[in-house]
Each structure stands twice: as structure tokens, then as C-alpha cells.
């Protein structure tokens, strides 16, 4: 699984590292990868020398002492150790870009919220310039909680990185396609697929079809994780062997970069004189991974009634209160619907968590209308929510046989936490002001009789 590129091909083509690209299968396998023959230690992670005069340094994701099935670390070979990689900061602002706790006196987050797609600009928009907040939620001090996004971007970063010690980012590409050049290797997203970038991890964005938009999902907590299947066993949902991790790629580049850190909310700057993309070999489980959505096999009521939201988890982040979590992602894919004298599209409930819908392309079945690709909607903590009348009557009286949901995919960034909306998602995005009156026309059907009406 390892791919081997030439010092020869690396001094040709200086970018090379975007040329390299290569993946290896398995979600939170241990990993070992070398873009040169022989960089990698082996039998030992720290030799007294390594290979090529490379420095040998420990990225960590988690407490040392973590246990086992949750420790994650990754072993780097690179031409420069980290602290070559950052001088003197200098705080800078961002400031569509927001991070919790972000409370606002003048902005009720209290409501059920939907927004059309974030217009495309044809201004110059970087991963960094592009990011939009639309809510926050927890704080990140106490590495508790997350914060959602829009990206528009409209050009590459050239001679400039970006790492968050704030969180990982869960990327959902919706149009256009990018490229994460990483320390650990280089990943292409495009729409159907997802991507996950690490707390700590150095990368650049570049442009590879555009304009690009899509969503993210800033989780400051646990990382992200296979949820269990309990009783479905050992299949379906997401299978680990569709996650993919880069190969090793590396830069060895003399040119004046900048380097952007996020750091509690708060954006600096620092200037060196090289590409900080220089691991060279690497070995561990602490990586970015992409995952193709339509690898996901959905599981599902097969006789009778609509089951909970949550048999279609994707990744959680867990928050330590068991079977609570920080974060799921939870995604709506084509399917087939086959319940018998049942409500079939999702039913009308409130619940403690707060949920954050996207859709990335065609018609959700809950809203056939309004809810549009490139959308979000936004239904808060124990506010009640669910089909509109024209849902809910057409799936009341439908003549009930196998049919199959096709041309579908939303998703859900679902948290423990109350999700309060940016001045951005507030004032400056475009809201759908008329939203809630989706409802208003729900008529009473209680006649007092008995009987099914």
C-alpha cells in the first residue's frame, strides 16, 4: 500500500506534492506510508540518526495515557522538526469566521431556521477568506461543542498553510472540487464525499474545479468515530474499509510562506522561509481520511413504522455521557421505503438535541419544497419540527408500495448543544424569512369520533 516517489521526480516538479496523491483503506488503522525508499524507521520510532538527515517528531491526538483503543499518534520523518515551522506571531482577524462562545444579545437563535444557498461571489476567496460561520455551539476552551460553516472558494492558497489547534474539521464538499495538500499526504474532495482534517494537522487548499462550495463541521471535541452497531453487527453503514488515508507526499521548497494557526477562537500569523509540508515518511493512526457517501448502506425499517434519525450515523463524536454525543453526522441517502400501514417520511417530534441539515443535492423527502441543494435549515433544541402539509398528506394517503427515494443526499450535524446563529446567518445570509409559516396551514382533523380518519 505504500507508494514510492523518486527524489529525482521531486526536484523535477517542485509541486509535486499534488501529483502524488494515493490512498490507503481502513478507518483508525495504524498506518505506515514513505514517499522515499528507506525514510522509515524501522523496529523503533526515535532513532539516534534516521534516514536522509530527516528529524523524527510525535504528532499526538490524544493524552498520552489514553487508552489503548482510544490513544492516536502519528510518527513523522521530516526535513525540519515543527518548531521550524512558526516564528513570532501576529494576531490577525477573520471575520467571518466565529467560534464558541459566541452569544449575541441582538440575534435570537430561538426558532426553526432555513437559509437558500450562500450566493457564489466572484471575489478571490481562500479556504480561509471563504469560511462562513453559521452557528456555534459549547465552548472551545472546554473542548466541548462545534460551530458549522459554509466555505466559498474561488482560488488556491499559494505559499500559505493553515492548521486549527481549536478542532478537526468534517468537510462536505456541495459544489466544485478541492484539494487538501497535508503534511501526511494529499486528499481531492468533490461533492458525494466527505473529508477529515485533524486537530494540529498543517495543510494548504487548492482550487481544482471551481467555484467551490460546500459545508463544515468544526468539532472542538472528541474526534470522530465509527459509531457502534450494536445489534445490525458487523455490516452496513459505514464500513471501515471504504475510509481513505493519504500516502505519504512531501514539499522541499525554499520560498517565503505563511503559515495560519486558529488558537482559541483567536487567528495568528507567522512567516518562514520553506514549505512546512515536509514529512517525508509517517507511521501511526492520527491521520486525514476522505469517505465516499455512496459507499453508505443504509439500514432500515423493513416491515413497519420509521425508525430514529440516528440508524443513519455516519461518524459521532462522543461527549462522554454515553449515548449522548457531541456530534453526529447523519446522512440522507437514496433508500428504499417499504413500510407497511405506516407514516413513512420522517414524523413530527422535538428532542434535546440540536439539528443542523444541509442538503447537497436533489429533494428531501420531509420537504419537497424550499429546501434546496446547497441549503441548511436549522431546528434548535426542543423546538418541534417536521413535515409540511403537503409531506404529510401525501404520505398520509398514498397508496403504500415499495418505492425507492432516488436523487437524495442531506445530511445532519446533530450536537448535545443549543446551536446559536452568527450575525452572518442572522443578518447577511439568506434567510428564508417565510420558513416557519411551512406549518401554518397543517389543518385540525379531530372530529371526536373514533375510528382511523
Known sequence: MTRHTSPKEMKRAPDAIGTVAGYMPGFGNDFETEALPGALPQGQNSPQKCAYGLYAEQLSGTAFTAPRGQNERTWCYRIRPSVKHTGRFRKIELPFWKTAPNVRDDIISLGQYRWDPIPHTKAAMTWLTGMRTMTTAGDVNTQAGMASHIYLVTRSMKDEYFFSADSELLVVPQEGRLRFCTELGVIDLEPKEIGILPRGLVYR??????????????????????????PIGANCMANPRDFKCPVAAFEDRETRSRVVIKW???????????????????????????????????VGAILFDHPDPSIFTVLTA???????????????????MVAEHSFRPPWYHKNIMSELMGNIYGVYDAKP?????GGM????????HGPDRNAFEGASNSRLKPEKLDETMSFMFETRFPQHLTEFAAKQAPLQDNYIDCWSDIDKKFDGEPGVK
Not at 453526522?329 to 433508500?335: A, G, N, S
Not at 435549515?377 to 418541534?384: D, F, G, I, V
Open 205 to 230: 487548499v487548492e482550487l481544482v474545479e471551481g467555484p467551490a462550495r460546500g459545508f463544515v463541521c468544526e468539532n472542538y471535541g472528541q474526534k470522530f468515530d465509527l459509531p457502534s452497531r450494536g
Open 318 to 336: 462522543p461527549s462522554g455521557q454515553p449515548g449522548t454525543a457531541n456530534i453526529d453526522f447523519v446522512l440522507f441517502r437514496e433508500r428504499w
Open 369 to 373: 419544497k424550499g429546501f434546496v441543494p
Open 264 to 298: 482559541c477562537g483567536q487567528f495568528h500569523e507567522t512567516w518562514i522561509g520553506h514549505s512546512p509540508l515536509d514529512v517525508v515518511a509517517w507511521h501511526g493512526n492520527y491521520c486525514p481520511y476522505k469517505y465516499d457517501l455512496r459507499t453508505y448502506s443504509p
Open 377 to 384: 435549515s436549522l431546528h434548535n433544541m426542543m423546538l418541534p
